[in-house]
């Protein structure tokens, strides 16, 4: 396997090309909007809370294929978790982009492995996730809760 | 050089031993480095004389009588003498060391625009400016209510002179712009933009980034009124820049930044300051990256500056022969003369960072991204594209490598369409 081969897995080739989730979401319950200054990549990350799950998840945005996979990946990953999962998954993806093996919650997320090598790209990789953070903050402190 | 495919006055080979740099390798591949736009690399002749002023002469400048602040200080001035003579500058008494273009340019902006602008006075910019020669006036559009006016592009993606022509108005005091394109590769007519400026009764300030390191720079030939620069641009250590200006519109400016050396005389209530260029150099300068970018400067002459030129078009005609005839990839720029060694393209469907990552690989190191020309993106619908660009040191053999790492890019995510 070549090293590109290795690091652009299928599974990211493939969101890449054909995101899931992609488009703005009616009945968005918070609109959270991500930048990634130093390389202009920007997206934009729906949520539909309802008590205390994600029922509805779905972003826009332009980015590169690590970005974007990563994004369309995440929407699959959190749909359906109460915010508290979604923020341990966030914590488990970010361990691995630093370098840990994979937790096995992370199921599919662990083609992205391959940027722990790549620190040029880190970024790329958790530009969604970090939208996802702030997003749920957001709407940990609107319910008054926050851990 | 027989097996040459592009004819240039100069030999990057024999050059390249000047370049410890490019001898690396790169994920076990030899180093091609083609992104000088962003910062070029430096020759021994560079480092070694930095290393030599550190050894042998360091001091401050312009402080004492001892004798090693007098060598440190004639270096400095010598270096001053010597950017100066670069540009063909009148005297080196207009040239003020800087930390890049950046604060050059901001220099510019907060002196002289704060000095001479107010509300109602228009800039006049083309859309393709680098961020560092648009945010400074930013700042001023929103402190004095200034107002910005933007020239667009020709078809063939040069700044519209006839649009220029027409932009400047009886409110026009400043016209702002590169010399060459950070991302177009275009060379600006300077002169012509200069005449169409003095005629209005504005100043020209010239963002020399790109220009200084691979075009000939005269200053009284482009009848220009300020010019800035940045010496890691042109083989000289970061950390420092210069600015040319007018001697006489220097001698008017107020100080940029306040501290010791731009002082005449300073009492507890009050400080008067220091004629040019000194009132425009606050604080200990970069006396041993003047040192080095002198080194520099001398080097590019030794090598001549028409020669870079026209090995960097040379090169820059042979790229664009072998990528024009690609079917999925775009480049960026205007095509024939007045083009520099800069090639910003993208590939359908694929993502700029992913060929960069790609060229990477390959120890090929292009820039990706917006190249601090956010707004340049949006005119030409990419905003973020990949950009490779050339210099003194680079061979045919390297721009075959990129091509052909190009080629391979595109058909790799190709195959996931």
């Known amino acids: 396997m070549s090293f590109l081969e290795s690091l652009y897995k299928d599974v990211i080739l493939e969101h890449y090309k054909r995101p899931h989730n992609r488009g703005a979401l009616d009945e968005a319950t918070y609109v959270q909007e991500g930048i990634n200054p130093s390389c202009g990549d920007e997206l934009t990350l729906y949520l539909r809370v309802e008590d205390g799950v994600l029922r509805g998840v779905a972003f826009e945005g332009e980015g590169c294929a690590i970005s974007q996979a990563s994004a369309s990946l995440m929407t699959d990953a959190v749909k359906d978790r109460s915010i508290e999962q979604a923020l341990d998954l966030s914590r488990a993806f970010r361990a691995m982009i630093r370098g840990k093996p994979p937790a096995p919650e992370l199921g599919e997320l662990s083609a992205l492995q391959g940027i722990a090598r790549l620190h040029a790209r880190v970024k790329c990789a958790t530009l969604a996730w970090t939208t996802l953070d702030a997003a749920l903050g957001a709407s940990e402190a609107e319910a008054g809760g926050g851990s | ?417």
Not at chain 2, 98 to 112: D, K, Q
Not at chain 2, 153 to 166: C, E, I
């Open chain 2, 1 to 417: 050089m027989l097996h040459w495919r592009v004819m240039s006055p100069l030999d990057p080979r024999a050059l390249r031993r000047d370049f410890p740099i490019l001898e690396r390798t790169v994920n076990g591949h030899p180093l091609v480095y083609l992104d000088s736009a962003a910062s070029s690399q430096k020759p021994r002749q560079v480092v070694e004389a930095m290393a030599a002023y550190y050894y042998g002469h360091h001091a401050n400048v312009h402080r004492g009588a001892h004798t090693l602040s007098v060598e440190a200080t004639d270096a400095y001035e010598a270096a001053r003498e010597r950017v100066a003579g670069f540009l063909h500058a009148p005297d080196a008494r207009s040239v003020v060391f800087t930390r890049n273009t950046t604060e050059a340019l901001n220099l510019i902006v907060s002196s002289w625009g704060g000095a001479n602008l107010v509300e109602g006075d228009e800039v006049v910019l083309s859309v393709a400016e680098h961020h560092a020669n648009l945010v400074p006036w930013h700042f001023l559009k929103r402190e004095r209510g200034i107002v910005l006016r933007y020239v667009g592009l020709t078809d063939d993606q040069r700044v519209d002179l006839d649009a220029l022509a027409a932009a400047i108005g009886e409110r026009t005091r400043v016209v702002a712009t590169f010399h060459m394109s950070n991302v177009l590769g275009a060379v600006n007519q300077v002169r012509r933009i200069a005449d169409l400026a003095h005629a209005a009764g504005a100043v020209l300030v010239v963002d020399g980034a790109q220009g200084a390191p691979h075009l000939p720079v005269d200053v009284q030939a482009l009848a220009c009124d300020f010019y800035a620069l940045s010496g890691h641009k042109m083989l000289g250590p970061t950390g420092v820049g210069a600015l040319w200006a007018r001697a006489d519109l220097l001698e008017g400016m107020p100080p940029f930044l306040g501290g010791g050396e731009m002082i005449r005389r300073v009492t507890l209530d009050d400080s008067t300051y220091a004629g040019i260029p000194a009132r425009f150099e606050a604080g200990t300068p970069p006396v041993a990256e003047a040192v080095g970018l002198a080194a520099a400067v001398a080097y590019l002459e030794a090598v001549g500056m028409e020669a870079v030129a026209d090995h960097d078009a040379a090169l820059v005609r042979y790229a664009l022969e072998r990528l024009d005839g690609l079917s999925g990839v775009t480049v960026y720029g205007p095509r024939g003369p007045d083009r520099g060694g800069i090639v910003t393209f993208n590939i359908d469907g694929v993502h700029a960072h992913d060929v960069a990552t790609a060229l990477d690989a390959e120890g090929i190191a292009i820039r990706s991204g917006h190249h601090c020309a956010q707004p340049l993106g949006g005119v030409l619908g990419a905003s973020a594209s990949a950009r490779a660009s050339f210099y003194l040191y680079t061979t045919d053999d390297e721009v075959d490598r990129f091509v052909d790492a190009v080629i391979r890019t595109r058909d790799f995510f190709a195959a996931y369409a």
